[in-house]
């Protein structure tokens, strides 16, 4: 059975954020730079419905080459159809319990700004669930204000199902939210906005690794 939550480096693929390149490239390198899960996370006002199912059919693929885990955000049609790995879904989207219904065993997320909203989404049967804004971000449209660190605590103390951390991560702030509890950490704009995807991903695995080297020796 596909893992619920891969720990590492969670990425997205929004092309408005990706300098000019497709998102099949930019998942072709991500996927080659060794993020462990992505997620096709595009607007039915930025690509048709069939230009995003194209896409999907084709990082489908590459995901399941690389052993990658494959999420699909919103739309669960499309989950369904390019045999995603998962759907991932915010807090006005569509109710778990029927949607649970509609895909089975496939992994659902959802996206927490509260410990209620956390609470909740586990009595209703999501798998993990997103723990963010941690930092200020530009990058979702109406999200909340950041949550930061502390809301990350209170989901390592009392939740019980796996998590990402997500929201204005950086290289810089990277350590931070490893340290105070987050297996895995989903990035958008430092990883698909940077020049040099691999490099960027290379320095936040080499972050990543040595933050959690250090806190699990001091355990
Ligand atoms: N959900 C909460 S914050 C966010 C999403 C999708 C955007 C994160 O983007 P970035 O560029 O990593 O701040
Ligand atoms: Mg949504």
Redesign the pocket.
Known sequence: MTARLNPGIYGILTEKFSRGRSNIQVAQEMVNAGVTTLQYREKPASKSMGEMYKECVAIRQITRDAGVTFIVNDHADLALMVEADGIHTGQDDLPLRPLRKLVGDMIIGR?THSLDQARQAVLEGADYI?V??IFT?Q??EG?CDAVGLAYLDHVAANIAIPFVA????KAHNLGQVVSHGARTV?????IIGAEDIKATIQGLQTIYKDTSAKLYQAL
Do not use: L
């Open positions: 996206s997103g963010g804004p971000t990058t979702k999200v997500i929201g204005g991560i989903c990035m958008i704009t430092e």
